[in-house]
């Protein structure tokens, strides 16, 4: 893994942490849409993670296919040009469920180096 790509995996790990301490506390999507700073802020981190993974090099990415790579860049995506078209409940869902299992993977990928 090159330097470049180590850094970006590094940031977009910081962003998930991020996404994770705004998000702590909330019982469902309602309560984490209801407050807009915690909810916007979260967005900016996935526009973060998207703008990270969109920098890996493309050896990393094939490397590491495994992680839907196509995914998250297409949600940064719907984040950056459809941010009023936002649906709370799929967002709940990626921070529940999908965030906390690229964490995992990615905290592997940084491990076997």
Sequence with gaps: MSEKDRLN???ILEAIDKIS???RGYSDADEFYAN???FD?????FIVIGEMVLRLSEEFVEKYNHIDWHKIRGFRN???HNYFGIDAEEVWEIIQIHLPKLNNDL???LETL
Excluded: E, G, H, P
């Design 9 to 11: 995996i590094l940031s």
């Design 21 to 23: 301490d705004y998000t």
């Design 36 to 38: 807009q700073r915690d």
């Design 41 to 45: 802020a979260s967005m900016m981190n």
């Design 78 to 80: 719907i984040v950056a």
């Design 107 to 109: 905290n592997k990928v």
